[in-house]
């Protein structure tokens, strides 16, 4: 089955734990990137890649790190988490294409930061 | 950069009825694409219609078309014969085209929260 996954879909930790928020596709797409999603705001980029070794910032990438080794996984890292980080993150892959613009979308993954 | 904005915090109207979500956008790209998703309580987002800003022809998928005019930078959403199921958080969102370089990925509005009442 087509899909990206992402783990874990849970998370509650503390402030300055370093944390890694896995996302995985099998569907060889290039594309892959980060949203996070607050009340009031709608999704927000965080950072996108167009394919290996190939990243850059969104809108908002302050105060995370990802990167891109292999083609299907595109793990987002908090450093050092913050309270304000504190909220819902879904990973999207697309595949390269003249008229492929649709992103699949995880299933989300909610962070709580304390 | 675009912006995407949604004016309607929340829509309530009954079963069946027909009910035109709101969406307009703001961008100097010339080549882009406007999607509807729907994001129901499960969180997932689910495409719901997307258009392609070359085509005069407004999409339509089932019960769901939009209204793109593409002068006025207007992208809404209308849903006919409206269902319980169709309760959920509705996101118009846009994308520049690939050819031209640049950033990648989706700009979202602040969403519609639409609820049908039995």
């Known amino acids: 089955e087509a899909q990206v996954t992402q783990n874990p879909r849970y998370l509650i930790t503390v402030t300055g734990k370093k944390l890694t928020v896995t996302c995985s596709q099998n569907m060889n797409h290039e594309y892959m990137s980060w949203y996070r999603q607050d009340p009031g705001l709608g999704l927000r980029q965080i950072y996108y890649?167009?394919?290996?070794?190939?990243?850059d910032k969104g809108d908002v990438p302050e105060g995370y790190k990802v990167s891109r080794k292999e083609k299907r996984n595109f793990p987002l890292i908090l450093e050092s988490p913050s309270p304000n980080q504190t909220s819902l993150y879904f990973c999207?892959?697309?595949?390269?294409?003249?008229?492929?613009?649709?992103?699949?979308f995880g299933p989300g993954t909610r962070l709580t930061v304390t | 950069a675009q912006t995407v904005t949604q004016s309607q915090p929340e829509m309530s109207v009954q079963e069946a009825e027909t009910v035109t979500l709101s969406c307009t956008y703001d961008?100097?790209?010339?080549?882009?694409?406007l999607f509807w998703y729907k994001q129901p309580p499960s969180r997932q987002m689910i495409l719901v219609i997307r258009?392609?800003?070359?085509?005069?022809q407004n999409a339509t998928e089932n019960r769901f078309s939009v209204n793109f005019q593409k002068a006025a930078k207007s992208f809404s959403l209308k849903i006919s014969d409206s269902q319980l199921g169709d309760t959920a958080m509705y996101f118009c969102?846009?994308?520049?085209?690939?050819?031209?370089?640049?950033?990648?990925?989706?700009?979202f509005g602040k969403g519609t929260h639409l609820i049908i009442q039995p």
């Open positions: 258009q392609e800003a070359y085509k005069q």
């Open positions: 999207a892959s697309s595949p390269r294409g003249r008229d492929s613009y649709e992103q699949y």
């Open positions: 890649s167009m394919n290996v070794e190939v990243t």
């Open positions: 961008t100097s790209e010339n080549n882009y694409y």
């Open positions: 969102a846009f994308m520049k085209g690939r050819g031209g370089g640049g950033a990648d990925g989706l700009t």
